[in-house]
C-alpha cells in the first residue's frame, strides 16, 4: 500500500455516502461517545465534588473507581454483548466504565486541592454549603475538573473504535472490514480518522475549558505560567 492508494481511497466519492459512508460512520462514532461521556459525567463529577468538598471517602471512592482502568474495556464490551446482545447498550457500558474513573479522580483533588483560606473567606462572609460549592470552590477547580473530562472524552472516542468488533458502528468498521478483506487502505484509512476525531475532541474541550474558567482566574494564573516559561528558558 502507498500513499496514493490512501488518497485515493479518502477522496472516493462512493467512500462519503451510503450507510458505510465515513459520515454515517462519523455520526456513529460521536453519538455513543457522547452517550457514554455524559452518563459517566453524570455519576462521576457529583460523586468526585461532594467527596472533594467534605473530604471523606475520597480514597475509597478513587479506588474503587479505578477498577475500571485495570478491566479490559474489550473483555467488558463482550461480556455486555453476551448478556445484552446486539444494539448500542453494550458499547455505551464498557465506555462509561472506562470514562468515569478519570473524571471521579480529577474532581475529587480538584475540590480538594482549593485553599482552605479561601473555603474560611467564604464562610465568613456568609455563604452557605452550596454557595460555597457554586461560586467559590467550582470555579476554582475547573481546570482540573476539566482536564479529567479531556482525558474521559479522548480516550472513549478511541476506544469506541473496538465496538465493531461486536458488531457495531463507527470508524472501527473501516478497521475491522479492512483487515478482514486485506484492504490496507481502508483500515489505515479508518485508523487515521480515529486519531483525527480524538485530536479535535482534544481541541474541543481544550476551548470549552478555556470558556468555563472565570477570567478572573485565568488573568491570576497567567503571571504564573509566564514566570515559569521564564525560568525555564534561563
Known amino acids: 500500500m502507498?500513499?496514493?492508494d490512501l488518497w485515493r481511497w479518502l477522496v472516493d466519492?462512493?467512500?462519503?455516502?451510503?450507510?458505510?459512508?465515513i459520515p454515517t460512520r462519523l455520526g456513529e462514532q460521536v453519538h455513543v461517545s457522547v452517550e457514554s461521556v455524559v452518563i459517566g459525567a453524570a455519576i462521576a463529577l457529583p460523586v468526585g465534588i461532594v467527596l472533594g468538598h467534605y473530604g471523606r471517602f475520597g480514597n475509597l471512592a478513587i479506588n474503587v473507581s479505578n477498577v475500571g482502568r485495570a478491566?479490559?474495556?474489550f473483555g467488558i464490551i463482550v461480556m455486555a454483548f453476551l448478556a445484552f446482545g446486539l444494539g448500542d447498550g453494550p458499547i455505551v457500558l464498557a465506555l462509561t466504565a472506562l470514562a468515569i474513573p478519570p473524571m471521579v479522580t480529577n474532581s475529587y483533588v480538584a475540590l480538594?486541592?482549593?485553599?482552605?483560606?479561601?473555603?474560611?473567606?467564604?464562610?465568613?462572609m456568609g455563604y452557605r454549603e452550596l454557595a460555597q460549592v457554586l461560586r467559590v470552590e467550582l470555579p476554582l477547580a475547573v481546570p482540573l475538573i476539566m482536564a479529567g473530562v479531556r482525558t474521559s472524552a479522548v480516550q472513549v472516542v478511541a476506544t469506541?473504535?473496538?465496538?465493531?468488533?461486536?458488531?457495531?458502528?463507527?470508524?472501527?468498521?473501516?478497521?475491522?472490514?479492512g483487515l478482514a478483506r486485506s484492504d490496507f487502505p481502508r483500515l489505515v484509512a479508518g485508523a487515521l480518522l480515529v486519531?483525527?476525531?480524538?485530536?479535535?475532541?482534544?481541541?474541543?474541550l481544550a476551548g470549552l475549558q478555556r470558556l468555563l474558567v472565570p477570567r478572573?482566574?485565568?488573568?491570576?494564573?497567567?503571571?504564573i505560567s509566564h514566570r515559569v516559561t521564564t525560568a525555564k528558558v534561563a
Open 2 to 4: 502507498s500513499i496514493g
Open 13 to 21: 466519492p462512493a467512500n462519503w455516502q451510503g450507510s458505510d459512508g
Open 71 to 73: 478491566v479490559p474495556s
Open 112 to 124: 480538594r486541592e482549593v485553599d482552605p483560606d479561601i473555603k474560611e473567606a467564604a464562610r465568613g
Open 160 to 177: 469506541a473504535t473496538l465496538a465493531a468488533v461486536v458488531a457495531g458502528g463507527g470508524f472501527g468498521r473501516y478497521i475491522v472490514d
Open 195 to 204: 486519531a483525527a476525531l480524538a485530536l479535535a475532541t482534544e481541541l474541543l
Open 216 to 223: 478572573g482566574i485565568r488573568l491570576l494564573s497567567a503571571p
